[in-house]
């Protein structure tokens, strides 16, 4: 079996919760169909480059999973005739990663980041003198 990353964008009027539900369904058909799917990652509601069937924005839905044929038919044909996806896309890959997605990460290191300042954006000074400037 080969190793895959699946990305999927739907509707911005659905619910996470449908979301979740809908990452859930695509990996039971994954097991199902003979593959595995090692981890799966609901990445939010976010803004399209352009736009998709009228919308601007869209929650993303992400699958890293080893399969054959048969599952990439199965799925392909799901996501195709699904009224809630915009698109979908799959990627051959050479090996899967048990660590969170780049897109995942990004969001942990903006809080991390943010979360050590003391009074906001400007690091906790008030303003005026820096030490480092006449």
Known sequence: ????????IARP???????????EEIKALVEEKGGKVNKT????????AYRLNKSRKGHYGYIDMEAGNAVLDALEYRQRYAEDIMRYMTVKVDELNDEP???????EDRKRREGGREGGRDGG?????????R
């Open 1 to 8: 079996m080969q190793k895959y990353e699946h990305v999927f």
């Open 101 to 107: 997605s780049a897109v995942m990460r990004k969001g």
């Open 13 to 23: 009027d659905v619910s996470p919760a449908q979301m979740e539900s809908a990452i």
């Open 125 to 133: 000074r008030e303003g005026g003198f820096r030490g480092d400037r």
């Open 41 to 48: 990652e609901y990445w939010g509601l976010r803004t399209l």
